[in-house]
C-alpha cells in the first residue's frame, strides 16, 4: 500500500465514520458497519485505528481541526475592517460550519460518556478552548487597535459564543431567522440593549 493510498483509506474511513456516527450514534455503529459502508476490510480499519473508539476520538479531533481553520481563515483580517465585521463574519463561518455538523455535534454530546478511552474525557473541552481561542483572538486584536474596550477577552468571546449557542441550538428550528438573530447576537454584544 502507498503512502497516497494509505491517507485516501484512512480519510474515507474518518468520512464515513462521521457520517455513520452523526446519523446512529456511537453504540450504534460498528466496526463491521464501517467496513461495509467504505468497502474497506476490517484490517484496513485496524491499520489506521486501534479500535472504534480510537477512530472516533481522532474523527472528533479532525472535525475539530478542520473547523478551527474555517474559523481562522473567516477571521483573518482583510485589512480595513472593523473588530465588528470581522466577528460578524466569524460568527455565521462558526453558525454555517455548525448547521452543517449539527448531527455529529448533538451525537457527540451524547455518547463522549460511553468512552474509555481518556482522550475523550479531554476532548470537549480542548474543542472548545480551541474555539475560544479564535473568538478571543479577534476580540483581542481589537482592543490592541482600539477599535473595542473589552476588559476581559476572554469571558467577552465565552459570552459572544454562549449567546450563539444558545440561539442556535434545536429548540429553535426557523433557519430563515437564522440572519437576523446573528445580527441581533452581533449588536447586542457590540452596543449592548441601551437605545
Known sequence: ???KETVVGRERLLQYAETLFSERGY????????????G???GAIYHHFDGKEDLYCQMIEEAVVRMTAALRTAAEDRGGETTRERMSRLCRAYVEFSDQKRGLFERLMRDLGQLK?????DLMPRAMKALLDVFEEVLSDGVTRHDIQVAGTRIAA?????MINALFS???TDISASDRRLKFIIDLFFDGLSA
Open 158 to 162: 465565552e459570552a459572544l459564543l454562549g
Open 1 to 3: 500500500m502507498t503512502v
Open 117 to 121: 478511552d481518556e482522550r475523550a474525557k
Open 40 to 42: 474497506l476490510s476490517h
Open 170 to 172: 434545536p429548540q429553535f
Open 27 to 38: 453504540s450504534a455503529v460498528s466496526i463491521r458497519d464501517i467496513a461495509q459502508a467504505t
